[in-house]
């Protein structure tokens, strides 16, 4: 029927009364077993909203019933396909692909039922180049593991990739702070630590086996 049939609807967001406050957006509309749901909004700022009956605070808000998920997909089972977002912020390039910097990337590996890695990568060139699934800076593998500054992370965390002669983690504290690691066995009461108390013109490194205390 003509109420539940899949539509395009323009609706007022101000009154009309006045020309100089008119705004308007775009509503879609699908049908589902003969029940009409708005589906899609474009409103007067701009912006999309999907599932979000009515409002969308950014150039996309998606919103759904029971949690909100965008799926991007990659259409080749071939190792090394991508799926993916990628990030720029400027605003003299955008009819092109120049100085995209940023970017977030799943990349297929070899085998079946599309196993693979997913890439953050950032493109640190002062020039126009436009980031890449090489320009890797963290990966979590099929496994899982997270590698900084190596995209093929031999442990649950790997920095580095053999080819650094420095690898550095820096614990940063407040004045006089304690910078701390836990190795912590069974439960939270068992295990050890090496924590580091800053005082003034120095440091004390503390090495401890914990069962129950921190001392």
Do not use: C, H
Not at 49 to 58: N, R
Not at 115 to 120: H, T, V
Request: glycine content about 12%; hydrophobic content about 35%; cysteine-free.
């Amino acid at each position: 029927s003509n109420t539940t049939a899949p539509r395009i609807i323009g609706y007022r967001t101000a009154d009309f009364s006045s020309a100089a406050a008119r705004s308007a957006g775009l509503k879609f509309g699908v049908s589902q077993n003969n029940v009409a749901k708005d589906a899609m909004w474009i409103t007067e700022a701009q912006n999309v909203g999907i599932g979000t009956a009515g409002y969308a605070q950014k150039r996309l808000d998606v919103s759904g019933p029971t949690g909100a998920q965008v799926l991007i997909t990659g259409d080749s089972d071939d190792v090394g396909t991508t799926a993916g977002i990628m990030f720029r912020s400027e605003a003299s390039e955008e009819n092109g692909l120049a100085r995209v910097k940023g970017g977030i990337f799943f990349e297929r590996i070899a085998g079946s039922f599309g196993n693979g890695k997913l890439k953050f990568a950032v493109n640190g060139s002062v020039n126009n180049d436009t980031v890449a699934v090489t320009d890797v800076a963290m990966t979590i593998d099929n496994n899982k593991n997270v590698g900084i500054g190596t995209d093929s992370p031999s442990a649950e965390l790997q920095i580095g990739d053999y080819t650094d002669a420095t690898e550095t983690i820096t614990i940063a504290t407040s004045s006089n702070g304690t910078g701390r690691i836990n190795f912590y066995d069974n439960n939270n009461t068992e295990g050890g630590s090496i924590r580091v108390v800053g005082q003034n013109l120095g440091s004390k490194m503390y090495f401890s086996n914990r069962w129950n205390t921190d001392s």
